[in-house]
C-alpha cells in the first residue's frame, strides 16, 4: 500500500476535489477574521451598524462562533450518514451564504451578531470535510490532502486580513458572499464518497465514484480492490476478522464467507461497545485534540494583539495579523508536504517538543523580560510556526483516517466536539489564571502540555502513515502491520 504509485490524472483530481472540500474551513476563516478588522468600526460613532457596540458585544462578536459550533457539531454524524457526504458538505456550506447575505443588508447590531453565531453552524462542518476528502484519496495522499482543512482555514484568515485592509466594508462582505457560493458550486462537480455509497447498498455507483477519482475504467482490477477493502471494512463481523489476524486461515475464511443472513444495522453505541480497536482509536484521538488544544496555540490567536503592542508598538495590528496569518499558513502548507514523508507520529512529536521549547522561551521572555522587546514577537511567531507544522494539524488527519466506516460520522463528531471544548475552557480559564499566577507562568504550563503531548504520541500513538483503515486498526489491537484485504 505505502509503495503504490498514483496516476498523475488521479492526483490531479483528488487534489482538486479536496481543495474545493477544504473551502469550508476557508469560509470559517473569514468568519473568525472579519471581527478583528471591523471592531474599530463598530464601537465608533460613526459606525456602518445602528449603534456602536458595548464591551460585552464586542467580546459576544468574537466567540459567538465557537458556540454556534459546539451547537451544530453533535449532529455532524447524524447528518453524514443520513445525507452523504457530498450533500452535507453543501449543506454546511449554506450557513455561511445565509450569513454574509443578510449582513449586506442589515444594520441591526443583535442580528449581526446572530449571524455570526450562525456562521459557526458552518464552521462545524469541518468534521464532514475530513471525512469525504479522507474517503475519496489514495493511501499515498491522504495525509497531505487531508491537513488541507487546516491550511485553507489559515488561508481564509490571511485573505480576509487582507481584503479588511483595503476594501470598504460591504465590499468585504459580498467577498466572502460571492465565494461562500462558489464553494457550493463546486462541490457539485465531484462525486460522492465511494464508501458511503457502498454502505446504502449503492455497489455500481461506488464502482463509478472510485473510476472518477483513480481516473481508471470502472471494470478495471484496481475498483475490484477498491470495491474488496471497502466490503471489508463494512464487513458486521470486522472485529472477528481482525482477532483473527494472526491466523490467516481464520481470516481469510471469515471474508470469503458471505454474512449468515441479512445482518441487522447495529446502533453506534453497540458496535463500540463491541469494537475494542474503535474504543482506543477514539480515545487515541480525544487525548491528541485535547492535548494539541491546551498547548496554548488559540491563546495566541485571540490575544496575540496586547502581545504584539508590547512587542512591536510601532506596527499596526492589522499588519501583525496579516504576518500571523501567514506564518500559520507557511506552516501547514510545509506540514502537508511532510506528513506523507515523515508521518503523523514523527512530527507530531518533534513539533510538541519544539512548541514546548518556544513557550518556555516565550514565558522566559513575559516572566522575566530578559530580552529585547522584539524577541516577543519572535517566540509568537516561532511557537505558532512549530505548533503548526505538526501539532496543530495532525489530530485533523488522524480523525479521518483512524475510524471504521461505522463509526466514522460518530467519532468525528466527537473529536471535533472536543475541540470546541478544549478553545471553550481555554480560553476561558486563561484571563483568570493570567491574572493570578502572570503570563510567564502560565505558559510554562502550556510547555508542561507540550512535552506531555509529545511523550504521548512518541509512547501510545501508532504510525497510519499510508495505510488503509483495517490495518490501522489491527494497530490499536496491538497486532503487526499486514492488510487483510484480499487480492482481487
Known amino acids: 500500500m505505502e509503495g503504490e504509485k498514483i496516476k498523475i490524472s488521479a492526483f490531479l483530481v483528488q487534489t482538486a476535489a479536496a481543495m474545493s472540500i477544504a473551502c469550508l474551513t476557508l469560509l470559517t476563516g473569514f468568519v473568525y477574521a472579519w471581527p478583528s478588522y471591523t471592531l474599530a468600526n463598530f464601537r465608533s460613532n460613526d459606525t456602518v451598524l445602528s449603534y456602536?457596540?458595548?464591551?460585552?458585544?464586542?467580546?459576544?462578536?468574537?466567540?459567538?462562533?465557537?458556540?454556534?459550533?459546539?451547537?451544530?457539531?453533535?449532529?455532524?454524524?447524524?447528518?453524514?450518514?443520513?445525507?452523504?457526504?457530498?450533500y452535507s458538505a453543501m449543506l454546511f456550506g449554506l450557513p455561511n451564504v445565509?450569513?454574509?447575505?443578510?449582513?449586506?443588508?442589515?444594520?441591526?447590531?443583535?442580528?449581526?451578531?446572530?449571524?455570526?453565531?450562525?456562521?459557526?453552524?458552518?464552521?462545524?462542518?469541518?468534521?464532514?470535510?475530513?471525512?469525504?476528502?479522507?474517503?475519496?484519496?489514495?493511501?499515498?495522499?491522504?495525509?497531505?490532502?487531508?491537513?488541507t482543512t487546516v491550511s485553507c482555514f489559515?488561508?481564509?484568515?490571511?485573505?480576509?486580513?487582507?481584503?479588511?485592509?483595503?476594501?470598504?466594508?460591504?465590499?468585504?462582505?459580498?467577498?466572502?458572499?460571492?465565494?461562500?457560493?462558489?464553494?457550493?458550486?463546486?462541490?457539485?462537480?465531484?462525486?460522492e464518497s465511494p464508501v458511503y455509497l457502498m454502505k446504502i447498498g449503492k455497489e455500481q455507483e461506488a464502482k463509478k465514484a472510485i473510476a472518477f477519482y483513480r481516473r481508471v475504467d470502472v471494470s478495471s482490477k484496481e475498483v475490484e480492490v477498491e470495491i474488496a477493502k471497502i466490503k471489508l471494512q463494512l464487513d458486521p463481523r470486522i472485529d472477528q476478522i481482525l482477532e483473527s489476524s494472526n491466523e490467516p486461515a481464520a481470516a481469510e475464511g471469515l471474508i470469503k464467507s458471505p454474512p449468515a443472513g441479512e445482518a441487522k444495522p447495529e446502533s453506534t453505541w453497540k458496535y463500540l461497545k463491541k469494537s475494542k480497536s474503535s474504543r482506543r482509536a477514539l480515545l487515541a484521538v480525544i487525548m491528541v485534540m485535547s492535548l494539541t488544544i491546551l498547548m496554548g496555540s488559540i491563546v495566541l490567536q485571540v490575544y496575540a494583539e496586547p502581545l504584539f503592542?508590547?512587542?512591536?508598538?510601532?506596527?499596526?495590528?492589522?499588519?501583525?495579523?496579516?504576518?500571523?496569518?501567514?506564518?500559520?499558513?507557511?506552516?501547514a502548507l510545509v506540514?502537508?508536504?511532510?506528513?506523507?514523508?515523515?508521518?503523523?507520529?514523527?512530527?507530531?512529536?518533534?513539533?510538541?517538543?519544539?512548541?514546548g521549547v518556544f513557550c518556555v522561551l516565550l514565558g522566559t521572555q513575559l516572566h522575566l523580560h530578559w530580552g529585547p522587546h522584539w524577541f516577543t514577537a519572535f517566540c509568537i511567531y516561532g511557537f505558532c510556526f512549530i505548533?503548526?507544522?505538526?501539532?496543530?494539524?495532525?489530530?485533523?488527519?488522524?480523525?479521518?483516517?483512524?475510524?471504521?466506516?461505522?463509526?466514522?460520522?460518530?467519532?468525528?463528531?466527537?473529536?471535533?466536539?472536543?475541540?470546541?471544548?478544549?478553545?471553550?475552557v481555554t480560553l476561558v480559564i486563561f484571563n483568570p489564571?493570567?491574572?493570578?499566577?502572570?503570563?510567564?507562568?502560565?505558559?510554562?504550563?502550556?510547555?508542561?502540555?507540550?512535552?506531555?503531548?509529545?511523550?504521548?504520541?512518541?509512547?501510545?500513538?501508532?504510525?497510519?502513515?499510508?495505510?488503509?483503515?483495517?490495518?490501522?486498526?489491527?494497530?490499536?489491537?496491538?497486532?503487526?502491520?499486514?492488510?487483510?484485504?484480499?487480492?482481487a
Open 52 to 86: 456602536p457596540l458595548s464591551t460585552w458585544q464586542v467580546s459576544l462578536l468574537g466567540s459567538v462562533t465557537n458556540i454556534g459550533g459546539l451547537v451544530v457539531t453533535p449532529t455532524c454524524g447524524y447528518i453524514v450518514d443520513r445525507l452523504g457526504r457530498k
Open 433 to 487: 489564571l493570567a491574572d493570578a499566577v502572570g503570563l510567564g507562568v502560565l505558559f510554562y504550563g502550556f510547555s508542561v502540555v507540550c512535552f506531555i503531548g509529545a511523550l504521548y504520541s512518541h509512547i501510545c500513538l501508532p504510525e497510519t502513515k499510508g495505510l488503509t483503515v483495517d490495518v490501522i486498526q489491527l494497530l490499536f489491537l496491538g497486532k503487526r502491520r499486514a492488510s487483510i484485504v484480499p487480492k
Open 309 to 331: 503592542q508590547e512587542a512591536v508598538p510601532t506596527m499596526s495590528a492589522n499588519t501583525c495579523s496579516i504576518f500571523l496569518a501567514i506564518d500559520y499558513l507557511i506552516a
Open 98 to 147: 445565509i450569513t454574509w447575505g443578510i449582513i449586506s443588508v442589515t444594520t441591526n447590531v443583535p442580528l449581526v451578531i446572530g449571524l455570526i453565531g450562525f456562521a459557526g453552524a458552518g464552521a462545524a462542518g469541518q468534521a464532514i470535510s475530513s471525512i469525504y476528502i479522507g474517503e475519496i484519496c489514495h493511501e499515498s495522499i491522504r495525509g497531505a490532502l487531508t491537513s
Open 154 to 191: 489559515f488561508a481564509g484568515l490571511l485573505f480576509s486580513y487582507t481584503l479588511g485592509g483595503y476594501l470598504t466594508y460591504h465590499q468585504v462582505v459580498y467577498v466572502h458572499l460571492s465565494l461562500s457560493i462558489l464553494y457550493i458550486l463546486l462541490l457539485t462537480l465531484f462525486a
Open 335 to 355: 506540514c502537508a508536504s511532510m506528513l506523507d514523508k515523515f508521518g503523523r507520529k514523527f512530527l507530531l512529536t518533534w513539533t510538541s517538543i519544539g512548541s
Open 387 to 424: 505548533y503548526n507544522l505538526g501539532a496543530g494539524s495532525v489530530p485533523f488527519v488522524l480523525t479521518a483516517e483512524v475510524f471504521l466506516p461505522e463509526i466514522r460520522g460518530f467519532g468525528n463528531s466527537v473529536s471535533m466536539a472536543f475541540m470546541w471544548i478544549m478553545n471553550f
